[in-house]
């Protein structure tokens, strides 16, 4: 066996037995025996060289401790020669701390023999320390005394290292672990508990530690767990199992149960196997944390939340919605929240009548009970569940069984609430057949929902009798004020009657020329109808100020808006006026214009300030959507008509050129109108799947033109790119209002580069983006190398009607379009801009998956033959109908015109041969043109429809036409528009 392969007690022992055959052969050398000197060499070299190539350090020392002897391991473990050694103190390889040590026990090692395991810090010959530990034994002459020793020493500097760092990292983990507050327990590897702390003897309930050392499989019979759904959770899915069966999870939740004393609380776990280093699994961690305040707060805060979002629900019912409707649409969200089938919402009147102003759709139609009603006198409620819910003041519920009248709808489960107003029933709230069965939170929550409601629908019951106690009164005094008024017209100020809650009563003829309103427009309204609410404000205070000192207040100088739309300066006089009994009734207030007088810079600014105020999204959106529908018809026939007149006038004749101005200036207006409803999101669209490439391919000879020549136009389009839902109208809107931008930003000669591409939006990008949403987008970009655009100027861009261009060189709605489009098609806009370098917008559209057929480029259509077919064409405006009679007769087809849709169905219950295709009007009096069609496709089978309508999107989405796969022509519509649409149907 080499010796670097032995072991050291193999090395320790070998030469121990050779210094004892040495030291026989030095006694015995001064007696010659045959062969004697021979062996005796042999012996000392085969010694010599064992101890000199041992691997651990050896020495001898004297009697004095003076070194006689040390071979070259220990020369190498302190760094000296042999000469530096031999000869001097052993003391003198000692650390001076270690002298005192060393005086103290070598004569004991000398007196003992032996000495096993000795520690000593010796010095190194470049001043470093080592720890070692030595062993030895003293070699004695014939006679017994001393003569040398002989010892070895094996340097334990990094085992002590090591163990004061483990004494110190297990003095670490226990403290860590008592400081811990989550348990925190290990097993070996059959489950049996090793070590736990403090906080796990108060998480599992226990009394202390001693409880708490079980085997794993024993607690099952202490405890139940069970999984976030509520479901109990077999053995080898708790914590420890699956630790042992190598699985590691955090924040893993459990509830618990102690079967003793059944406490319950819910526990986040996070474990993992321990493994040695052979990956062996050899144990478990756990660390535990009870979170049952957390999931007790977070299930307060879901409920809390679910209630807040069901009460802003109905307080913008009751904010937003007309009267007719308010109470449906709160019923409606309620049943919505509480996933019930059935509902009522009801008031007691002044008599103390019952009044069901509203029943879930189809429940009326249903019940089939003799003498149903909505009204229901005291004597017929007071022993029902809801007079029960009246008179007590309190909610009922029941999950049944119930035994209902015969014809009565079938109710399953339900509950009442009563609507209480000042310790006084108003109304109730009543709701049936919850699918899942009602829950101890919804009586609760429905009560405070009811409580909530209670003011809002009292104060809209008080408002009811107020309004009908006005009506009265006002028209006593109409009755009694002719010749008044008659007074009040020829007089050249502006004079306007109001009431002390700001109502207007009566105007003069110089109020409604101000104004632009007829009487019937102003009189009766309160002055936020008539005015800007901040003004409306204003003039309420003055007036107040009047009534309430029952003094005049002269000359006050005030701004308002005429019907014009003009902000103009005016000079009030308002005094007092008392009714009949002498009491203060309301202001009269006499009004001169005086603006000419207050022209200059502040009245500049005060302007613009009301014109921004008044260029608001919800004020575009109004003014769009109350003029789109005549509008829009007014436009139609112009362009019609115009259209068939160029058809028939000879384009050498000097009115065609007359014609053609007529044509384009109709088709701008149109455009306005569509920006407008683009910009205030209520456009009417026909959404479609649509390839971005193609539809900017089939624009680019547009662009050029509106471009110019000057400009140079580059066209990279992407590759493979995703699919997207829009109308393709809204497309080309957007690029020729981005183009058209960029052309103007240019002065001179410049670029403008269009690229598309796919990209997937992440959270990061809209860190720095908020307006983005995370998903996949396919982008339009238009870059040019223009002008740029300033901080403040980026700030505005999208407003409606801010623009930098000279007065009458835009509208100021162009980029407002592109936006509003954008959004109304779930997309966002970035916009990448520097003074002097030029300006990028990309507008990014989300990708859609769907079966429908890409929509085709305006290239790929075939042309348009005449036709032979029958129309039907609905419609009641007589100016519309009459010229699409024409355009349609003029291109083949025969034609059945009705104003109305009972004439529409006269018509067709008369015509003795086949109606090909219905066009119709969507909004008309007493029947819609969704209903129409419905009724005649019974007459017809199979009847194909086309819907037209210039109202805006929101309007005639309500009467359910725009729906997926319905043919829908919005107005005005060309006539090429209206002929492609019909034959496309027609060949369909």
Known sequence: MRDEKKTKEQLVAELRDLRRRVAALEMNSASPRPEGGRRQAEYTDRFRLLYEEAPLPYQSLDINGDVIDVNQAWLEALGYSEEEVLGKNFRHFLHSDQVAHFTENFPRFKAAGEVHGVEFEMVRKDGSTILVSFNGRIGRDDSGDFRQTHCIFQDITGKKHVEEALRKSRAMLETALTSMTDAMFITDAAGRFLAVNDAFVSFYKFKDKTECFKNIDEYPDLLEVFQPDKSPAPFDLWSVPRALRGESATNCEYCLRRRDTGETWVGSYSFGPIRNKDGMIVGAVVVARDITKEKEAEEALRKSQREMTLLYQISKVFLTTSDEQ??????????????????????????????????????????????????????????????????????????????????????????????????????????????????????????????????????????????????????????????????????????????????????????????????????????????????????????????????????????????????????????????????????????????????????????????????????????????????????????????????????????????????????????????????????????????????????????????????????????????????????????????????????????ITLETGNNAIDETFCRNHPEATPGDFVFLSVRDDGCGMGKETLGKLFEPFFTTKEVGKGTGLGLSTVYGIVGQNGGFVTVDSELGRGTTFKIYLPKTNGPEALEQSEEQRAPNPKGVETILLVEDEKSILAMGKKILERHGYGVLAASSPQEALELARNHSSRIDLLITDVIMPAMNGKELAEKLSELVPGLKTLFMSGYTGEVIAESGVVDEGVNFLPKPFSLKTLTEKVREMLRS
């Open 326 to 751: 308010i109470y449906e649409q709160v019923l409606k969200v309620i049943l919505d929240a509480f996933e019930c089938e059935l509902g009522v919402f009801g008031y007691l009147g002044d008599s103390g009548d019952l009044i069901i102003s509203t029943l879930t759709r189809g429940v009326w139609d249903e019940c089939r009970v003799e003498g149903k009603s909505i009204v229901f006198p005291h004597n017929v409620w007071g022993n029902s569940i809801w007079g029960k819910a009246i008179t007590q003041k309190r909610g009922f519920l029941s999950e049944g069984p119930f035994r209902t009248p015969k014809g009565h709808v079938s109710v399953k489960n339900f509950l009442t609430v009563p609507l209480v107003f000042n310790d006084k029933t108003i109304g109730i709230v009543s709701l049936a057949n919850k699918v899942s069965g009602f829950t101890s939170e919804d009586k609760p929550l429905l009560e405070r929902i009811a409580t909530s409601i209670s003011p809002i629908l009292h104060t809209r019951l008080q408002r009811d009798l107020q309004e009908q106690e006005r009506r009265r009164a006002e028209q006593a005094l109409r009755n009694k004020s002719d010749e008044l008024q008659l007074i009040l017209d020829t007089m050249p100020a502006t004079i306007w009657f109001k009431d002390r809650n700001n109502r207007i009563l009566r105007v003069n003829r110089s109020a409604c020329e101000m104004m632009g309103m007829g009487p019937t427009e102003i009189e009766g309204r309160y002055a936020g109808e008539v005015f800007p609410d901040w003004l409306a404000e204003k003039y309420f205070q003055d007036d107040l100020e009047v009534i309430n000192s029952g003094r005049p207040r002269m000359g006050i100088e005030e701004q308002l808006t005429n019907g014009a739309g003009e902000l103009r300066w005016v000079k009030t006089d308002k005094v007092p006026w008392r009714d009949e009994q002498g009491a203060l009734a309301g202001v009269l207030a006499f009004v001169v214009d005086i603006t000419e007088a207050r022209r200059g810079e502040e009245e500049r600014a005060k302007l613009q300030a009301q014109l921004n105020q008044a260029q608001k999204l919800e004020s575009v959106g109004r003014l769009a959507g109350g003029v789109a529908h005549d509008f829009n018809n007014m436009l139609g026939v112009i362009l019609g008509y115009t259209e068939l007149a160029l058809q028939d006038v000879d384009p050498a004749q000097l009115v065609y050129a007359d014609l053609e101005e007529i044509k384009t200036a109709a088709n701008r207006s149109a455009n306005l109108v569509r920006q407008l409803l683009a910009f205030a999101r209520r456009q009417t669209v026909a959404p479609r799947l649509l390839d971005i490439n193609a539809a900017v391919e089939s624009m680019l000879k547009m662009v050029r033109r509106l471009i110019g020549e000057n400009i140079q136009l580059t066209w990279f389009p992407g590759s493979d790119l995703w699919p997207v839902k829009i109308d393709p109208t809204q497309i080309d809107q957007i690029l020729a209002n981005l183009c058209v931008n960029a052309r103007d930003a240019i002065a001179g000669v410049g670029g």
